[in-house]
């Protein structure tokens, strides 16, 4: 089951890829304004493809089917939303310990809050990737900042969940099979 960061070894290059460019602004290699929206766009799309594993893992843990077509859209808030409610299924199912439950909830309000920052700024995963919209609209004025090591900062939170819960979540299946393998009748 969980690969925890690996995320089927496809969002560890989207992390190593924002550190690496993360790095190259701290250190001054690399131009601010050059290189902030690609790294904004790698961080809301390792963000968005967190989720959608996380989600993908619970629906492995509960025998649910994923349902590709929906969780395959860009909204952000929606996936947040999903994976509250498929890890309240598994928090159900396997009857997790409190403890568990409140450090989840802990890290989905961190989470939370990076990831209503990248929705502000880019709430359909194209205003990063794209200097206009699609009716013409600059969807960045040359005047705007953003503050970088905030929003790094509020994505490495988000990680943390994203990348760790299917791997809690793996222990708790374990132990499962371990009482069922050696203590069932």
Known sequence: ?????????????????????????????????????????????????????????????????????????HDLAMLHAALREQHQKVVVKMNLPDSEVENFE???????AGMKKFMAMDSGSFSFRYPIDKKG?????????????????????????LCATADVLDQYVEIESYWARDFSP
């Open 1 to 73: 089951m969980g690969n925890g960061s690996q995320l089927l070894g496809v969002d560890s290059s989207y992390e190593q890829a924002v550190k690496t460019l993360f790095d190259s602004i701290d250190r001054g290699r690399q131009p601010i304004d050059l290189i902030a929206p690609p790294l904004l766009f790698l961080m809301r799309h390792s963000m968005e493809l967190g989720y959608k594993y996380a989600i993908w893992e619970i629906h492995q843990i509960t025998g649910e089917k994923y349902d590709a077509e929906a969780y395959g859209k």
């Open 106 to 112: 802990h890290h989905c309000v961190n989470t939370e």
């Open 137 to 161: 609209n600059i969807n960045f004025r040359p005047d705007e900042t953003v503050d970088l090591v905030a929003m790094k900062l509020l994505y490495d939170d988000a990680m943390i969940l």
